[in-house]
């Protein structure tokens, strides 16, 4: 089956520092792939759509400049959370969607805390 | 290494009752999700479990087993809206989400 991985695992980093995420899809081209994130015990939130080539688009209240989304190739997103605050830790998830559009793929997901 | 089993696919009738099951063998366990997606859309939540027992919410219901490493979502009085797919994840011990590949549920009239 398809594989989506995601780069870091979990990241630990200080309070007005930037991190960056990494999502690929390893055995298939994905023209749309998909930012989540998940509090504990809280429902996947999507933050935003990346399509190849083209400006991500951010749902109401997902700061873009906060969240800088760059989707370069068919294969690779990422997200860079911007002078992170603890308010950010989060679990992070990306998914991504073939060039079928048939069905989507998820990532293990990134844990990033922020001291 | 890490596993969550459930059906590639089911089939229902409308007004009637399916359970989705789940397995999991990872490496810890800290809470099971379900997921509902309609084709072309984000997942939406349905239910977290963290302890043994059931969870009932409406028509949803959800089960869970950590002895056995087993879940199942009940869905009752099933309607044609239901038709999508059903995401089981498990947070392990590491707090990463493990996904399984979800269950299309085809609802017939």
């Known amino acids: 089956g398809a594989v989506v991985s995601q780069h870091p695992s979990w990241v630990i980093c200080k309070s007005g520092t930037s991190v960056k995420i990494e999502c690929r899809s390893l055995d298939f081209q994905a023209t749309t792939m998909f930012w989540y994130r998940q509090f504990p015990k809280q429902s996947l939130m999507l933050m935003a759509t990346?399509?190849?080539?083209?400006?991500?688009?951010?749902e109401q209240g997902v700061e873009k400049d906060k969240f800088l989304i760059n989707h370069a190739s068919l294969t690779l997103s990422t997200l860079t959370v911007t002078s992170a605050h603890p308010e950010d830790s989060s679990f992070y998830i990306c998914s991504a969607r073939d060039l079928r559009g048939n069905e989507q793929f998820f990532g293990p997901g990134t844990r990033l805390t922020v001291l | 290494g890490q596993n969550i089993d459930q059906p590639t696919e089911m089939t229902a009738t409308e007004g009637a009752i399916v359970q989705i099951n789940c397995t999991y063998q990872t490496s810890g366990f800290n809470g099971l999700f379900w997921y509902q997606q309609h084709a072309g859309e984000a997942p939406t939540f349905l239910s977290y479990?963290?302890l043994d027992g059931l969870e009932e919410k409406g028509r949803f219901s959800s089960f869970l087993s950590r002895s056995k490493g087993y879940s199942y979502l009940l869905l009752k009085e099933l309607q044609m809206k239901d038709s999508a797919s059903y995401l089981c994840a498990v947070i392990d011990s590491n707090y990463q989400l493990i996904w399984g590949a979800g269950t299309k549920l085809i609802i017939k009239p």
């Open positions: 479990n963290v």
């Open positions: 990346s399509n190849e080539g083209s400006k991500a688009t951010y």
